[in-house]
């Protein structure tokens, strides 16, 4: 009986060895690797907000107008420096500066939180006008207390001559790895990432009617987990967008600086960001 089991035992030991050498184990793939986004845009990156980590670029340090990004740096001094609850008047100034507007008008009171709401989310000229008046007494003031806050966060390629954005061949740039910095240091203040998030609003004035006005971020809509941050367009800059997204904890900033087509690649961009990250551990 003893001889049998044993017999038995050596046959099977036998059989798992045979198994094994005829099945070997499973090496494990490597990650997926995933090309670049190939984009059409004159200057582009991809960065992760928190640790600032840059995960694809094209000419990122490459000065270049901003068009109305310039707003999330408007947007910022104004979060840090401003009383929400605070009363602006609107200037006659501030309600005549051109191109994309809130449709403030001379005398509007409105809060400095509902001017933000509006200016962020339609990209209003003439919100930050009015902002920057409110902010630092007049437009000129507003402007250095701007470059000087660029300067506190290192961009060393950035400069502006106004809190919107309207193109100025001299002394109004940055790159798009800058404005990737400010939207980033913006992200970490709760107000700002609220803002920028907004897809709807409705804007209470004081002395007039309610205004319902939405987003020109249109990744908002779109993309999952997209969370801000701000369209940009002026026919010297092209089309211009910074977004931001979020996905496991992971926020990502994009950028693209002069893309015809940035509504397409942009979601390109943070594909590749995302599986740069989370979906390539």
Known sequence: MFRRTLSMLFIAVFLLQAIAIASPPKVLAPPMTVAPPAIGAEAA????????????GQNQNTVMYPASTT???TLLLALERGNLDSVVTVSSRAAACEESSLGLRPGDQITLRELLFGMIIVSGNDAAEAVAEHIAGSVPAFVRLM????????????????????PDPVNHYSTAYDLAQIAATGMQNPMFARMVSTADY???FINRGPLKVSTTNKLLRTY???????TGYTEAAGDCLVAGAKRRDVQLIAVVLNDDDRWTDVPKMLDYGFQQTIYNQ
Do not use: I
């Open 202 to 204: 409705t804007v209470s």
């Open 45 to 56: 990156v991809v960065m992760v907000a928190r640790t600032r980590q840059v995960l694809f």
């Open 224 to 230: 999952e987990g997209a969370n801000g941050v701000k």
């Open 71 to 73: 707003k999330m740096m």
């Open 147 to 166: 470059n000087a806050r660029a300067e506190t966060m290192g961009l060393k390629n950035t400069h502006f001559s106004n809190p919107h954005g309207l």
